[in-house]
Structure formats: structure tokens, C-alpha cells
């Protein structure tokens, strides 16, 4: 067990809807990182919080969006669902500061029908 | 652009025989660099990791990684492969700047036949 929770574990949509993922890191990880795993995409950053404030962003799309909450929690967002959306979604923390290891969540299976 | 290249989809060893998974980066500057496991339906789990200092480090489950500068490389091997090594394996690295972002690879898939 990481630590690291991830709710819903799975979840099945229709097209154009919308969905929030949440994620509860490790106690006391500052840091939440939120990855998409597809089959033929490997394993793609999206976006990263540090304490509540965005820190990076990588291929996520502008209809995604996520945040973290002032007791450290963080939700992704993600809206006007294609079928191509479907995929695992992982969120990972890590300590700050740290030895620079990520601790993975179970992931959220979404399918968008 | 930062990056990190798994040159192999797949992998596959007899049990027994030694086995390595590829892992280059492409980098400015000094990077942490990590291996992680994937099993079926899980999250990924972290092996190893290279930060500084003695360029073969040792991890869990008697994996062990060589880091190259050189080549800026990051080979993750295991000297007697079991079958219950068979997993996706992910190389990573992280950039300790401003932004510590995480890159991983794309994943290697490691088969160890019986």
C-alpha cells in the first residue's frame, strides 16, 4: 500500500459528459502529480500541484483541468469526454523536499463509451 | 526538450539468464533517475534510483541500475531473471529546477519465459 488514494477505481461514461477524479496523497506529500496511461500512449504527464499551487504542466487538454485543496487533496477534471479520454489515470505524491521518488495510487479506470 | 527513450516494447529472458532493460535521457544538467514497476491492474512502484555517487545502485527485489554519463544512460538489470519479474517497467527521470517535472519513458514490457 502506497498511501496514496485514488477514488473512483473505475468508471464508465458517456460521451460529452463530465467526471472528477480524486486523490488523496500520502500524509504530509506536499506534491501531487497526475498521469494518463493508454495503451498506446505509455504513461503521459498532465499537470502538477506543490501545496495547493500549480507547478507544471505537461500534455494535458484544455478540457481537463485539476486542482489541490487546501488540506492537500486534488481532483482532475475532465469534461466534454471523447471516446479517446478512456484510459487508467494516476495520481503519484512525493516528499518535499526528498529523494525525488513518486508513490502511485491504484488509478482510476476510466471508460467513456 | 527533455526526454527519456525505452528502446525496447518488450523483453523477453529465460528464467535464470541475466536480464537488461534499456533506459537513455536526454538532458541539461544533472537529473535524478528512477525505475519503476507496473503489475497487471496496479499502480506503479518504485525500484530504484540514482541521484549521486557510486554509479551501480541496488534496489528491491535484486534489481540493480547502472548509470552512464557518457551515454546518459540508465540500464536497469537483475543477474538471475524470475518469472515473477514479468511486469512493465518504466524509467524516469526527474529535473530538480523550478519545476521538478517527472518524465517517465514509455515502458518496457519484461516477459521472463519459464
Known amino acids: 500500500d502506497s498511501g496514496v488514494t485514488q477514488t473512483p477505481k473505475h468508471l464508465i461514461t458517456a460521451t460529452g459528459q463530465r467526471v472528477t477524479l480524486r486523490c488523496s496523497p500520502r500524509?504530509?506529500?506536499?506534491?501531487v502529480y497526475w498521469y494518463q496511461q493508454s495503451l498506446d500512449q505509455g504513461l503521459q504527464f498532465l499537470i502538477q500541484?506543490?501545496?495547493?499551487?500549480?507547478?507544471a504542466k505537461g500534455n494535458i487538454l484544455e478540457r481537463f483541468s485539476a486542482q489541490q485543496f487546501p488540506d492537500l487533496h486534488s481532483e482532475l477534471n475532465l469534461s466534454s469526454l471523447e471516446l479517446g479520454d478512456s484510459a487508467l489515470y494516476f495520481c503519484?505524491?512525493?516528499?518535499?523536499?526528498?529523494?525525488?521518488?513518486?508513490?502511485f495510487g491504484e488509478g482510476s479506470r476510466l471508460t467513456v463509451l | 526538450a527533455q526526454s527519456v527513450a525505452q528502446p525496447e516494447d518488450q523483453v523477453n529472458v529465460a528464467e535464470g539468464n541475466p536480464l537488461t532493460v534499456k533506459c537513455t535521457y536526454s538532458?541539461?544538467?544533472?537529473?535524478?533517475l528512477f525505475w519503476y514497476v507496473q503489475y497487471p491492474n496496479r499502480g506503479l512502484q518504485f525500484l530504484l534510483k540514482?541521484?549521486?555517487?557510486?554509479?551501480l545502485v541496488k534496489g528491491s527485489y535484486g534489481f540493480e541500475a547502472e548509470f552512464n554519463k557518457s551515454q546518459t544512460s540508465f540500464h536497469l538489470k537483475k543477474p538471475s531473471a524470475l518469472v515473477s519479474d514479468s511486469a512493465l517497467y518504466f524509467c524516469?527521470?526527474?529535473?530538480?529546477?523550478?519545476?521538478?517535472?517527472?518524465?517517465f519513458g514509455k515502458g518496457t514490457r519484461l516477459h521472463i519465459l519459464p
Open positions: 540514482y541521484i549521486t555517487g557510486d554509479n
Open positions: 500524509s504530509g506529500d506536499l506534491s
Open positions: 503519484a505524491s512525493k516528499e518535499d523536499p526528498g529523494g525525488g521518488e513518486l508513490f
Open positions: 524516469a527521470c526527474l529535473w530538480m529546477n523550478r519545476d521538478d517535472k517527472i518524465i
Open positions: 538532458v541539461s544538467g544533472n537529473p535524478y
Open positions: 500541484y506543490y501545496n495547493g499551487e500549480e507547478r
